[in-house]
């Protein structure tokens, strides 16, 4: 079950056949303008801001623009093909946010999400961005309107950990109820009060490339704002079942009350519970070792 996270995007999915769009782009080109809506120096400000959002999110960003009749109207299936067609996507779950304006009969505007992004957003939060930007469109501001979409992206997904402060469980394999999934939310609230760190639980499905050691679980909590204090401290259950595995991970000063050797102990305790399949006693079992420390 998806978790809204920001208050940003909602969904409406057209890209473009890519044998109508046979041009030479060099492999880092993320503005496809088939119409030649921008001038030269729209791109280079363009691709500036691409290359800063992607840097400073992890994720990639890319706009198509055509004018032509793509004659047919499997647009999902036409933004996939896109999409794995110029191998967009950045961390280890190929994130991206592909911008299609058609300019072609009436005109549509149009916003797809992939890897993370598909978990992180709702179809609020894409009708959010695209109700923001239309108004730039209709005034011909083109490339200000896909700038202000950057600038607003960049400032949610940087900052989801500080600024929505009640969701610490992302369930994205989908493995707790949801009356299992509000127990934990509170115990982890009791838990950050109690300790003044942060904590986290993360569950995945999906294979990702570079995840054989449970990094995506780095990748996303440094990623999105996450941690308590000068240090961005706290802790992370994570749980990759594509795998068949399950990590505890501090950050920050937390071993310094937890150590590695007690860490090890928790995991011992836990172990059972989750070769089980007891997921939410084994968070729970955890939770309550790591207050243990702060008591």
Sequence with gaps: M?????????AAVLLLNTAALAQAESADTRVF????????DEVETLR???????????????ILITSENLGTTDYQQLADDFY????????MND??????LDLYGDSYYYISVYGDLKNLMATEDI???IDQSLPYFTQGSFSDGFLWMMHILTEALTN??????TTRVFDYAEILSDEERTTLEA??????TLSDRDFLFLSTYEEMEGNENGDYMMEFYKSHGFGSGEYRSGMMIYLDLFAGSYYIQNFGDMDSYVPQESLNLIMQQSNPLMAEGRVLDAALTVINAYSQYFQ
């Design 33 to 40: 303008d088939y119409a030649e809506l921008f001038s030269a």
């Design 84 to 91: 794995v067609s110029k191998s967009l996507g950045l961390g």
């Design 2 to 10: 998806k978790k809204r996270i920001l208050l940003l995007i909602m």
């Design 127 to 129: 009708q959010y961005l």
């Design 187 to 192: 115990a982890i609230a009791d838990f950050r």
């Design 48 to 62: 500036a801001a691409i290359i800063d959002f992607q840097e400073n999110t992890g994720y990639d960003f890319a």
């Design 160 to 165: 989801i950990g500080s600024v929505n402060q």
């Design 95 to 100: 994130t991206a946010v592909l911008c299609y």
